[in-house]
């Protein structure tokens, strides 16, 4: 069974960072893409960032130039980094491991998800 635990999360002031994690138990961590979401009060969940097992990554419009996501198959780990904090990047934010390779081939696995709030 795959279980992914986030963490880093927290409060943080307009134009700050923050750095999250997703570490993962199992052995296809390296031979999956993995990716963040996030789910603001009253909104849909909607995709952050992706990154494939080779590293090619994608994000959404509205980060783009803000955050990075990176990971390190040695520890079975991938991140999140936030720079540049908006207001509306509040969210509670999940990682989750995909069926393949590839950033297309579909979400299966969610962790608990981790709270991120910016403050005005």
């Known amino acids: 069974q795959v279980q992914l635990v986030e963490s880093g999360g927290g409060l943080v002031q307009v134009g700050g960072s923050l750095r999250l994690s997703c570490a993962a138990s199992?052995?296809?961590?390296?031979?999956?893409?993995m990716g963040w979401y996030r789910q603001a009060p009253g909104k849909q969940r909607e995709l952050v960032a992706r990154?494939?097992?080779?590293?090619?990554?994608n994000y959404v419009s509205s980060v783009k130039g803000r955050f990075t996501i990176s990971r390190d198959n040695a520890k079975n780990t991938v991140y999140l980094q936030m720079n540049s904090l908006k207001p509306e990047d509040t969210a509670v934010y999940y990682c989750?491991?995909?069926?393949?390779?590839?950033?297309?081939?579909?979400?299966?696995?969610w962790g608990q998800g981790t709270q991120v709030t910016v403050s005005s």
């Open positions: 199992g052995s296809i961590f390296s031979s999956n893409a």
């Open positions: 990154i494939s097992s080779g590293g090619t990554t």
């Open positions: 989750a491991l995909y069926r393949g390779s590839s950033i297309f081939s579909g979400t299966s696995y």
